[in-house]
């Protein structure tokens, strides 16, 4: 069994420092290369490299098992290049020595990037990576670092903002009070960070490709979401038109009821006219109507007539609004909301029937 005993240096410092070609194979060859990178570079990394090279060589040997060593670089201006020439130095020695398996000796972990392609030559046993003590956390420090700034995503995600904070922060210092123009800074560099968080940037990429594709298909739900668009515009308008002038803390609650009254039935028929849209692509198409799209209307209708009832009783109850009368007979606050979640009711379970009569489906099949 003859094991071959790899010396990896990516980087080719080795081959640079001593000035030879590669690779260099035998003990005798390996012992004098390291006295050539060692007098030429006490500092470098390699040295240890080497030495760990000839030990793991020489503990093999005294466990009587043919070995093989040698040292393989790569070589050429870019990673690819070098990559390569690792690869035809590798392939000539399991050419000539035919070994059973190998142990990798290096000393980084840009070396470790090769493992798989020495891998995919000749099985590997073992993999013995050489760190210098007081080195460590700096060489693995340097590395991250600079793993970090060669990923394009993380630069763009993380630096891109930072990069932004840190121009505008004096802009802003300048400009307003260090209490608003910090606020203002975190709320804008919360922002992006949401921005790129929840993808909204890759559905905003994927947006006009779908909005053609729908126009192409001929779908009624393109001009039905236009119109639920415009149709919910005109209830936040409408909402905020309605808000009294009155001020003070204690207003911010009447003031969001009353928004929410005068709003929530365009909202609600935005929603309606978008659903409509739908179901009739459902309609038009071969497949039939699937039963969620026949619920949706309905639960749409119902939970705008049971918020709608909730905000009413609210008002309702601060003199807001008036109290209605049906057939000379005065609706209390409690009464109206009542109604209104027994109406919100009523159209939901009118629309489970509906959508079970019309798919063919038991009342419990739609419920679920």
Same mark, same amino acid.
């Given at each position: 069994m003859t094991t071959l005993v790899l010396c990896v240096d990516r980087s080719n410092d080795v081959g640079r420092t001593a000035g030879i070609e590669m690779p260099v194979v035998g003990w005798e060859a390996v012992q004098s290369l390291v006295t050539d990178v060692g007098l030429a570079d006490p500092e470098d990394s390699s040295v240890n490299c080497l030495l760990e090279s000839l030990r793991v060589a020489r503990d093999l040997r005294d466990? &009587?098992?043919? %070995?093989?060593?040698?040292? =393989?670089?790569?070589?050429?201006?870019?990673? =690819?290049?070098?990559? &390569?020439?690792?690869?035809?130095?590798v392939d000539s020695l399991v050419?000539?020595?035919?070994?059973? +398996?190998?142990? @990798? !000796?290096?000393? +980084?972990?840009?070396d470790e990037r090769v493992v798989p392609v020495?891998?995919?030559?000749?099985?590997?046993?073992? !993999?013995?990576? =050489?760190?210098?003590?007081?080195a460590h956390d700096i060489e693995s420090t340097y590395y991250l670092l600079k793993q970090f700034l060669a990923d394009e995503e993380?630069? %763009? %995600?993380?630096?891109?903002?930072?990069?932004?904070?840190?121009?505008?922060?004096?802009?802003?210092? %300048?400009?307003?009070?260090?209490? !608003?123009?910090?606020?203002?800074?975190?709320?804008?560099?919360g922002a992006v960070l949401l921005y790129k968080g929840l993808a909204i940037d890759q559905y905003l990429s994927e947006a006009p490709e779908r909005i053609r594709a729908a126009l192409y298909s001929g779908r009624v739900s393109v001009v039905t979401y236009a119109?639920?668009?415009? @149709?919910?515009?005109?209830?936040?308008?409408?909402?905020?038109?309605?808000?009294?002038p009155q001020m003070g803390p204690e207003s911010v609650v009447v003031r969001t009821m009353q928004f929410t009254y005068n709003a929530v039935p365009w909202l609600a028929l935005a929603a309606l006219t978008a659903s409509a849209g739908r179901l009739l692509d459902e309609l038009i198409g071969t497949d039939g109507i699937s039963t969620p799209y026949l619920n949706?209307?309905?639960? !749409?209708?119902?939970?705008?007539?049971?918020v709608r009832g909730f905000a009413g009783w609210f008002l309702q109850r601060e003199a807001v609004l008036t109290d209605p009368q049906l057939w000379g007979y005065v609706v209390t606050p409690q009464q109206r909301l009542a109604g209104f979640i027994v109406a919100g009711i009523v159209v939901s379970v009118v629309?489970?029937?509906?959508?079970?009569?019309?798919?063919g489906e038991s009342i419990d099949d739609v419920a679920q």
């Open positions: 466990e &009587r098992e043919e %070995t093989v060593l040698a040292v =393989v670089s790569g070589g050429g201006d870019s990673l =690819v290049g070098a990559d &390569r020439s690792l690869s035809a130095q050419e000539t020595y035919d070994p059973d +398996s190998a142990v @990798l !000796v290096l000393d +980084s972990a840009n020495i891998e995919s030559r000749v099985r590997i046993d073992s !993999v013995d990576r =050489v760190v210098v003590r007081q993380l630069r %763009t %995600t993380i630096l891109v903002p930072l990069g932004a904070t840190l121009l505008l922060l004096p802009i802003l210092l %300048t400009q307003f009070p260090p209490a !608003v123009a910090l606020a203002g800074l975190a709320a804008l560099l119109v639920s668009l415009g @149709l919910g515009l005109v209830g936040i308008f409408l909402g905020a038109l309605s808000l009294s949706l209307p309905f639960g !749409v209708v119902a939970l705008g007539l049971v629309g489970v029937r509906v959508a079970a009569s019309v798919s």
